[in-house]
């Protein structure tokens, strides 16, 4: 079991740096990710982006993309879904992330109460709110989970152009 828990990390951590680029690829690598477990499980993925897409800083785009796939790794871990679904909506002023999977379920007060043993939805939630947006998890025994992670967009500002002094 150990040795099991250190391979994962192991693995984990290559993924990290193979997959620390900019907003760009984001949300590819996301849906990328979501194919390969379903893949690996048997579970059918349906991915979407909404809206018309605004630029994310770094920690954002870096943040929604550890967010998902630590959602995806719990679904296929621990509840067995039949499908799961990643959907991606861009507002004007903020992106949510959601990820709702079909399958067993969980009872999220027990799993908060029990916060020791639930890291990553700890983690997930803290990364959320340490950029200010707002993390939801929602799950009922037999009815599935679903975890959505809402993150006000930055708007980047172009540049002023550079006039030389008179």
Known sequence: SQVKGTL?????????LRHSEGDESTFQNLFDLARKLGEE???KVDTVIEGARVPLDPPAGRA??????????NAVTHGRPGRIFVRIVFE?????MEI????TGFDTGSAMSEAQRHFGI???????????GEFTLSSYPGEGTSV???I????????PAYRAPA
Do not use: K, Y
Request: aromatic share 2%.
């Open 100 to 103: 709702r999977d079909d399958g």
């Open 64 to 73: 929604l993309l550890l967010i998902g796939r630590e959602a995806l790794r």
């Open 152 to 159: 006000p967009c930055v708007r980047r500002e172009p540049a």
């Open 8 to 16: 994962e990390e192991a693995r984990q951590a290559v993924w990290d």
């Open 148 to 150: 959505t992670a809402s």
């Open 41 to 43: 499980h048997g579970v």
């Open 92 to 96: 004007a002023e903020q992106v949510s």
């Open 122 to 132: 700890l983690g997930m939630r803290e990364r959320v709110e340490q950029l200010g």
